[in-house]
């Protein structure tokens, strides 16, 4: 990858890494987590009032947004809501890196590497020690599974992205246009799930800093980091863009420890260094220097 698009991918990890501790700050201000990821693409869906359309099919559009955006945060708000707190939810959201690459290399033909195999096996085992604590700390077996459904969501999207090649209003017109798929089932499962009494109170009693979750949600989440995340995934293989997102737990957790005061303990922090070590392997090219950048530019630069 190009640098300047290495330090595109890294603004990416920054933004989502806060993500977490705004969604766990939406649910405290009194918003039921299917309505708030409702609110958020209804929210994010308005410049498709001044964007053209993607120049893609109306059935990919639909499968990506389903998958990279329905499924993804449907299962993630409600696997917060359920006990996974935010710093420990942005570690094993990035799951979704690992399952890209295995379904990238089925579908795509992109094949990992030795090395990125090794990453894998190293991230796996540090999820799987984050997971033998479920049950203290305020995290719950029902929310580590919802959470890893989400991120298997997004592994499937990611890979739907990959195919999409570029839009003729840019990566934002593209994520506005895919936030339109998950405004009308997000909010039919809210009504279902969450009731329409809970859904009514939650709108009569929105308050700043619930307007403030669903805005940043919105805007730098997911039109800024899912347009940038969509720009590269049309210019570099999903094996290549995908472990990027495995930096989102140091943003995550330092802001849960700072905003929230979550503390993670010895077997979690371990757990979340093996994670960052899996990245470490798999991702960066050793020794690093100038060879190991012009490798990682012979990329495909788009479909």
């Known amino acids: 990858m190009r640098p300047a698009h290495v330090l595109l991918a890294l603004l990416t ?8 501790v705004v969604i766990e700050l939406g ?12 609110l958020r693409f209804l929210v994010a869906a ?10 893609i099919s109306a059935g990919r559009l639909v499968a990506i947004g389903v ?49 990125a195999l090794a990453g894998m096996a190293v991230a796996f085992s540090g999820l799987a020690l984050i997971g033998s604590t479920a049950g203290g700390g305020g ?28 839009s003729p209003g840019g990566p934002v017109a593209l994520m506005a246009w895919l936030g339109l798929v998950p405004i ?13 009494g809970t859904v009514g109170r939650a709108l009569a009693h929105l308050n700043l800093m619930g307007i403030a979750a669903v805005l940043y949600l919105a805007v730098p989440a997911t039109l800024v980091g899912y347009g940038i995340w969509g720009f590269l995934m049309a210019r570099y293989p999903a094996t290549t863009v995908a472990p990027f997102a495995l930096l989102v737990p140091i943003t995550g957790a330092a802001s849960s420890a700072l905003v929230t005061g979550e503390s993670f303990g010895a077997v979690r922090l371990a757990g979340m260094g093996l994670v960052i070590a899996g990245l ?24």
Do not use: H, K, Y
Request: hydrophobic share 55%; charged share 10%.
């Open 13 to 20: 990890t920054a933004l989502w890494g806060f993500n977490f």
């Open 27 to 38: 649910l405290r201000a009194g918003l039921p987590p299917l309505l708030m990821a409702a």
């Open 46 to 55: 308005l410049p498709v009032l001044w964007l053209p359309r993607p120049r």
């Open 67 to 115: 998958f990279l955006f329905l499924g993804q945060f449907a299962l993630l708000f409600t696997g917060m809501a359920a006990g996974m707190p935010p710093g420990l939810a942005s570690v094993t959201q990035q799951s979704q890196a690992f399952l890209t690459a295995l379904i990238a290399a089925a579908v795509l033909r992109e094949r990992p590497s030795a090395r």
């Open 139 to 166: 995290m719950t077996g029902l929310g580590l599974a919802l959470c890893l459904a989400g991120a298997a969501s997004w592994a499937v999207g990611n890979v739907l992205l990959r195919g999409a090649g570029t």
């Open 184 to 196: 009308l089932p997000l909010l039919g499962l809210s009504l279902a799930v969450e009731g329409p």
């Open 280 to 303: 470490a392997v798999g991702a960066l090219r050793w020794p690093l220097g100038a060879a190991g950048w012009r490798g990682r530019d012979r990329a495909p630069t788009s479909r």
